[in-house]
T-cell receptor, first 113, second 114 residues
Framework: EPEVTQTPSHQVTQMGQEVILRCVPI?????FYWYRQILGQKVEFLVS????????KSEIFDDQFSVERPDGSNFTLKIRSTKLEDSAMYFC???????????FGPGTRLLVL | AQSVTQPDIHITVSEGASLELRCNYS??????LFWYVQSPGQGLQLLLK??????LVQGIKGFEAEFKRSQSSFNLRKPSVHWSDAAEYFC????????????FGAGTILRVKS
């Protein structure tokens, strides 16, 4: 069964450093998403992406964040200058249709020191 | 604003007992409803979903959920819980009118005692 994959599974970085989180969505999906879950808190929507552009973003998704689909398979989330409060589990998801079932990857646990 | 409430943070049930996890939502549109499960250190696995039609939906691992529009609820049930069901369960809601995002509840941690 096709799956969403994410790399790395864990990343530790210093405050102010740039990080890139990578995702490979399910191959025939067209809608891509990033969510995050701060430890002990709800899963929160960050951004959705379709047709090579952002279709919606949350208030969390400020200028420090960007997303890209650099080729036909990868979908990345970049945080330009990480802050302590960026420490969280980041989930990538993909879907074949808008809103309908989103399939989640295993997540990348980011720790900012 | 859209919101999802899971009123129970923790639930403990005995193995073999029945289970009901509650989910209430506040949405100004016809919702799409989901239940996901997260085992420790794992991602979110879809258990079941409701888009339209029959309000009782069946999912994987023997779970089912019932959509009650009048109560704005989408409670998850299982008739007989297994120890392997211990995990965190998330209710999520989406609607085309509010873009593509899912709004999640805070989650319910299920503990199963033998």
């Amino acid at each position: 069964e096709p799956e969403v994959t994410q790399t790395p599974s864990h990343q530790v970085t210093q405050m102010g450093q740039e990080v890139i989180l990578r995702c490979v969505p399910i191959s025939n999906h067209l809608y891509f998403y990033w969510y995050r879950q701060i430890l002990g808190q709800k899963v929160e929507f960050l951004v959705s992406f379709y047709n090579n552009e952002i279709s919606e973003k949350s208030e969390i998704f400020d200028d420090q964040f960007s997303v890209e689909r650099p080729d036909g398979s990868n979908f990345t989330l970049k945080i330009r200058s990480t802050k302590l409060e960026d420490s969280a589990m980041y989930f990538c998801a993909s879907g074949a249709e808008p809103v309908e079932t989103q399939y989640f990857g295993p997540g990348t646990r980011l720790l900012v020191l | 604003a859209q919101s999802v409430t899971q009123p129970d943070i923790h639930i403990t049930v005995s193995e073999g007992a029945s289970l009901e996890l509650r989910c209430n939502y506040s949405y100004g549109a016809t919702p799409y409803l989901f239940w996901y499960v997260q085992s420790p250190g794992q991602g979110l696995q879809l258990l079941l979903k409701y888009f339209s039609g029959d309000t009782l939906v069946q999912g994987i691992k023997g779970f089912e959920a019932e959509f009650k529009r009048s109560q704005s609820s989408f409670n998850l049930r299982k008739p007989s819980v297994h120890w392997s069901d211990a995990a965190e369960y998330f209710c999520a809601v989406g609607a085309k009118e509010y873009g593509n995002k899912l709004v999640f509840g805070a989650g319910t941690i299920l503990r199963v005692k033998s």
